[in-house]
């Protein structure tokens, strides 16, 4: 009779658990992919799940039927040749369509799951040294660098693209740290058969789009240069890289030596707060010519932080045909990863003490 009453509560303590585990989960089969109804991200046109696709964790984005145009325009940039042999781009796996039990139409991007989520949430839990803080930054870099090159391979074209909404939480962090570049429901092809060409009422749409937090001053001032329209959109997206450097190396611990590293900031949030409004930024940014400000801690000029604030200032400088390509930027990342930070400082207090001021090359 134990061993009965045993078998049955057992039996009962299972169902219990696969029911409550269902129901917890909400599961549901979108086409081959069941997603557990576990919601990981919030844009500002998706929502994003985690799902199971033949046994391997994906991230599902969900679009509604109003978000259609952003959902085709991001499938489409996926679908580029070439794109998705490229590390530092988020891996995509499929797109569908399907009806909700209303009847309306929604649309989904299943795409590769990154444990870490966005860079502006993993930077807003942890600090990284400065190695790691250099490869997140490379990395990034190297995607975009990619983005903006036309390249024929063989019978194989792939456009320069614009990304448009370069942002710290459009960018995704694998569970080693590396970075790849997301979100390409804004991007725009550059060149090729389709390549931006501006006509009067497009102007709006070609320009103003993006986070305002992360616009260039020639966005928010009505001014850019449509007349060179692939490389005023590639200067845009380098303005807003500089941007995330500054958010992702303040974060780095090597660079706060002897004391606490600062709290995660967003660019400007210091100044504006949460959501700064269109106008804001345009006061702050295009008129006041205003850049997030280096820390303390780096006034120190030595060879490693003069050359990491330069990089940020060559980046988002006023003057958007004076910013560095990303090409240019990958570069710069490279040269900043080969120094040493200890040694640098160090170098360059051995010189100050011979008052012989350290030049960079
Ligand atoms: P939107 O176009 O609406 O901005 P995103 O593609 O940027 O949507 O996704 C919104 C958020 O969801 C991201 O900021 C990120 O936090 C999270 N997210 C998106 N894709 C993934 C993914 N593949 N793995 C993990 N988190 C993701
Ligand atoms: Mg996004
Ligand atoms: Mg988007």
Not at 39 to 53: A, D, K, W
Not at 123 to 151: I, K
Not at 299 to 323: F, G, H, I, P, Y
């Amino acid at each position: 009779l134990i061993a009965l009453l045993t078998v049955a509560i057992a039996a009962v303590v299972i169902i219990a658990l696969f029911l409550g585990h269902r129901m917890m989960r909400g599961l549901a089969d979108v086409g081959s992919v069941s997603v557990c109804w576990q919601l990981i991200g919030r844009g500002r046109y998706g929502t994003v799940f985690r799902g199971c696709l033949h046994e391997r964790c994906v991230a599902v984005k969900l679009f509604s039927s109003a978000n259609r145009q952003n959902y085709v325009n991001e499938r489409s940039i996926y679908s580029l040749p070439l794109l998705q042999q490229h590390d530092n781009i988020a891996h995509f796996l499929s797109a569908d369509e399907r009806k909700t039990a209303d009847g309306r139409p929604e649309f989904l991007i299943v795409m590769d799951f990154y444990p870490h989520g966005c860079l502006s949430r993993y930077l807003s839990v942890h600090t990284v040294d400065w190695s790691t803080c250099c490869r997140m930054n490379h990395g990034v870099t190297r995607g975009l660098a990619f983005l903006h090159t036309e390249l024929n391979r063989g019978d194989q074209y792939k456009p320069a693209v614009a990304h448009r909404d370069v942002t710290s939480r459009n960018i995704l962090v694998r569970a080693d740290l590396s970075c790849v570049l997301a979100d390409f429901g804004l991007s725009m092809r550059l060149t090729g058969s389709r390549p931006c060409c501006p006509v009067d009422n497009d102007t709006m749409a070609i320009s103003e789009v993006g986070t305002v937090r992360y616009m260039a001053p020639e966005v928010l001032g009505g001014a850019l240069n449509l007349r060179d329209c692939e490389a005023a959109l590639k200067q845009v997206d380098v303005y807003a890289l500089g941007l995330l450097y500054w958010e992702t190396f303040r974060r780095c611990s090597e660079l706060f030596p002897g004391e606490a590293v600062p709290e995660y900031q967003l660019a400007f949030q210091a100044e504006l707060g949460n959501h700064p409004s269109f106008e804001e930024m345009q006061i702050l940014v295009a008129r006041e010519k205003f850049r997030p400000r280096f820390p303390e801690a780096w006034k120190e000029n030595s060879l490693v932080l003069r050359s990491l604030k330069e990089t940020m200032e060559d980046c988002w400088d006023q003057d958007a045909e004076a910013r560095l390509t990303a090409q240019c930027a990958e570069e710069r990342l490279c040269e900043l990863a080969l120094l040493s930070t200890h040694t640098a400082i160090q170098n360059h207090r051995n010189l100050c003490h011979a008052s012989s001021p350290l030049q960079m090359g």
